[in-house]
């Protein structure tokens, strides 16, 4: 006999190829989700943030916030999409838990900016973290010291551009460069920290 929860457990614990991930990319971009999925850099960016707080969220409440309101094609691709999206959950938590520096799920920056040629997106993966903050029915603040979880969001606020512009006009555009690259180097051991300040 299989023990079909073991079977479900160890399946969920496999990562996502590269092929499952392009898959997904392009689904989550087709007409079936109307504009309204996140793509898989925001999704890595809301899911851990949602993995980090302090209560625990089911799938059924963090899937609505990630895939709006998909017309699937049948039964087995909305299951497939869902089985999906659980395997790269369960993916982040192992990452988070291992306790080494997470690997970020970036979308090259805008190419139309000749600045920001070859350079990676971090403000659409920020922004969602802080919208998976934002989505806890236990506020952070309130389960946890406010000025130690201001200072662990601080990098990725800045990073989503949004802290206010007045508090950083002291700082030079050098000083600013410096620490904007200080902020995206810093990020993928900062998630891992923020999930073991609730810890």
Known sequence: LINTETSMTSSLATPLNNAEI??????????????????????????????????????????????????????????????????????????????????????LADSSDPAAEGEYDYSAWCQAYLDGVESSVLPWIEAGDESEINELLFA???????????????????????LLKECRDDLPMLAVDIYQYFQ
């Open 22 to 107: 392009s898959h997904l990319e392009t689904l989550l971009a087709s007409p079936t989700f109307k504009q309204q999925a996140m793509g898989l850099d925001e999704i890595q960016g809301f899911l851990c943030a949602v993995i980090s707080g302090p209560g625990l969220v089911k799938s059924e409440q963090w899937l609505p916030a990630v895939l709006g309101s998909p017309d699937y094609e049948s039964a087995e691709q909305a299951q497939a999409v869902k089985e999906l999206l659980l395997r790269f959950h369960a993916e982040i938590v192992i990452d988070l838990r291992a306790g080494e520096s997470l690997g970020l799920v970036l979308n």
């Open 156 to 178: 990725i606020s800045l990073l989503a551009g949004e802290i206010d512009a007045k508090a950083l006009k002291k700082i030079k555009p050098r000083e600013m460069a410096d």
